[in-house]
């Protein structure tokens, strides 16, 4: 190897113009830890002669991150990641450094765009720490992502418009396809809640298969972007796959205002891919979508975009509020059902709880029954939950939902398109 270097080295001393001469020299060099601090003179000799050659600030960029120079790497392979003709090694090579760095999240991004750039190329390292490849779930367990939920519309409290448009709108269509198909209207499309956290647009969905009895599958598409890099339309073409085959089923997608933000940012083409992917499912292009009810839930419908409105696909939104006094005792009701207590004012809490969430309503709860439970284990007595206990656990967790409707108000004002917030605007009167 060494007679080959000093070869070349005499080449390149012969002719210092040859670009061809000094890649090969450095190549080699790269591969000898004696060479490497010989290195850096012969690639900056390079760029004097050719500025921002990319094959040179390649070579300097493998140069730092042996030397474990990570931030220069960092700065070298920024300068080129996006020039044409750059090698996938090296944008894994920035991914490897930003790792190094403790930057996971643009580590990822950064492997992440080099995998949607260069589908064919791989990185053993990479891959295992972010379990990527070899994290492509076998059927079974996505098999066991689908459940039967136990849950009723019984066990919702309140929400009784909610509960009523999902009759409608897509309970009703179901049990009547024979109907709708003689009137040559598909049963289909999805339904999209939004609504300030914890007001129970998941509750009501997982209810919704409890009650007609279908299977349910909760899918988050965050977690198939993050999980399943470079296969996750693969991946979202498998869970519908599987729905079809366990119909009836409720799939229920959380989040999805995350897959709108993602087309600005730099995971742009990945996350076009996957939106059109399950744009292409929604619509059921490939394969029937019936017996099949697709549930959308976002605290943000406004990142939406607007693709997703379109008829069959999430046409029909609702908008799920904070419970009301009636939901908020029922919802009080069903969460202190079986626990001791001793002539509780639920109406009193209800009407005190003012912006409290169904979430916020089962905090206060806890609260209570944990203090109890503290001053049981220091007294040796155990107490019923009591109205005062309730009331000071009021004191104690504050409502939730108001920073949300600050946020929504000023949609609702300002970017109202067609009505779409209008029931917004109506609430917060
Ligand atoms: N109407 C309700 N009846 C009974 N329980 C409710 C109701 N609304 C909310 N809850 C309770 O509050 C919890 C939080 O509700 P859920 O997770 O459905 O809220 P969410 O609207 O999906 O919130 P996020 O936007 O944060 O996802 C539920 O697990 C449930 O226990
Ligand atoms: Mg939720």
């Known amino acids: ?29 790269l591969l000898v830890p004696e060479c490497l601090k010989e290195v850096e003179p012969i690639v900056q000799r390079g760029l004097e002669l050719h500025p921002s050659h990319i094959e040179l600030k390649e070579v300097l960029s493998e140069l730092y991150f042996l030397q474990k120079k990570y931030s220069a790497c960092i700065i070298v392979c920024e300068e080129i990641k996006n020039m044409p003709g750059i090698r996938p090694e090296t944008l894994a090579r920035l991914a490897k450094c930003h790792q190094k760095e403790g930057n ?78 003689s009137y040559g209207k598909k049963v289909g499309g999805g339904i999209l809640l939004y609504g300030p956290p914890g007001c129970g647009k998941t509750f009501i969905a997982r209810a919704t298969a409890g ?10 598409l965050n977690d198939i972007l993050d999980m399943w890099i470079g296969n996750s339309e693969k991946n979202l073409n498998r869970f519908f796959e599987m729905a079809r085959a366990n119909t009836p089923c409720v799939m229920f997608f959380d989040e999805i205002d995350a897959l709108g933000a993602k087309r600005s940012d730099m995971r742009q083409s990945a996350g076009k891919n996957i939106i059109n992917q399950f744009l292409a499912e929604l619509d ?21 975009d607007t693709a997703f409105r379109r008829p069959g696909r999430f046409d029909r939104i609702i908008f799920v509020p904070p419970p009301d006094d009636a939901s908020k ?66 004191k104690i967790h504050r409502p939730s939902t108001q920073e949300w409707f600050t946020t929504a108000k000023n949609y609702a004002l300002f970017a109202n398109k067609s009505g779409l917030y209008d029931d917004i605007l109506k609430y917060v009167k």
């Open 104 to 181: 996971e999240n643009e580590s990822l991004e950064v492997y992440q765009e080099t995998l949607t750039r260069f589908p064919e190329f791989s990185d053993d390292e990479l891959d295992q720490s972010y379990r990527l490849r070899n994290n492509i779930p076998g059927d079974d367990e996505i098999d066991d992502l689908f459940s039967k939920p136990d849950l009723s519309f019984a066990d919702v409290g309140g929400m009784e418009k909610v509960k009523r448009e999902i009759d409608l709108k897509i309970i009703k269509p179901l049990e009547n396809a024979d109907l709708y198909a």
């Open 284 to 304: 059921g292009l490939e394969s029937d979508n019936e017996g099949i009810l697709v549930i959308g839930a976002t605290n943000m419908p406004w990142h939406l």
């Open 211 to 220: 009650e007609i009895d279908a299977s349910f599958i909760n899918i988050t």
């Open 329 to 394: 005792e029922a919802i009080l009701q069903l969460k202190l059902a079986g626990k001791p207590q001793q002539n509780i004012d639920i109406k009193k809490i209800a009407r005190k709880a003012k912006d409290y969430s169904g979430a916020d309503l089962n905090a206060i709860i806890d609260i209570a029954v944990e203090k109890i439970l503290e001053d049981a284990i220091e007294t040796g007595i155990p107490k019923p939950i009591s109205t005062r206990d309730l009331l000071d656990a009021l």
């Open 1 to 29: 190897m060494m007679n080959e270097i000093n070869d070349l080295k005499q080449a390149l001393e012969a002719s210092p113009g040859s670009m061809y001469l000094r890649l090969r020299l450095l190549e080699k060099m």
